[in-house]
């Protein structure tokens, strides 16, 4: 937070930056803003960075396969896919692999999947 309030950026763990010019603010409700805001940002910017790493990298995989498999909606940390019923085994493997494997943390990263007709009988 000192980091953030002194250079004016908060960053993510793999380095974005978020300019915080709220915290220098003299209006005591906009400096409070821009603590949450830097606050956030290394947490919320950081899974954003995570997100989208993955979504790369099982893209890379559905195009190395020649799958027929697309991705067709990401909403906050969920990853929507049309798959055809003979590449939901591999799709399942590929997803799995990727989104626990994007990046190397003390704490494993767990993957909950889901499979339906539509995005509701996923869940």
């Known amino acids: 937070m000192e980091k953030a309030k002194s250079c004016g950026v908060s960053t993510t763990l793999f380095g974005r930056k978020r300019p915080v010019p ?13 603590r ?5 940002m290394p947490i919320q910017g950081t899974a954003a960075d995570l997100m989208k790493k993955a979504m790369i990298d099982i893209r890379r995989g559905i195009a190395a396969q020649n799958l027929r498999s697309r991705m067709t909606l990401q909403v ?5 896919f049309e798959v055809p019923a003979e590449e939901r085994t591999g799709m ?3 997803v799995r692999e990727a989104m626990e494997n994007v990046w190397a943390f003390k704490v494993p990263l767990k993957v909950t999947l889901g499979w339906g007709a539509n ?3 996923c869940k």
């Open 22 to 34: 709220e915290l220098r603010s003299t209006d005591r409700n906009v400096q409070q803003a821009g």
């Open 36 to 40: 949450r805001i830097a606050l956030n």
């Open 76 to 80: 906050h940390d969920e990853l929507v």
């Open 92 to 94: 399942e493997t590929l």
């Open 119 to 121: 995005w509701a009988d």
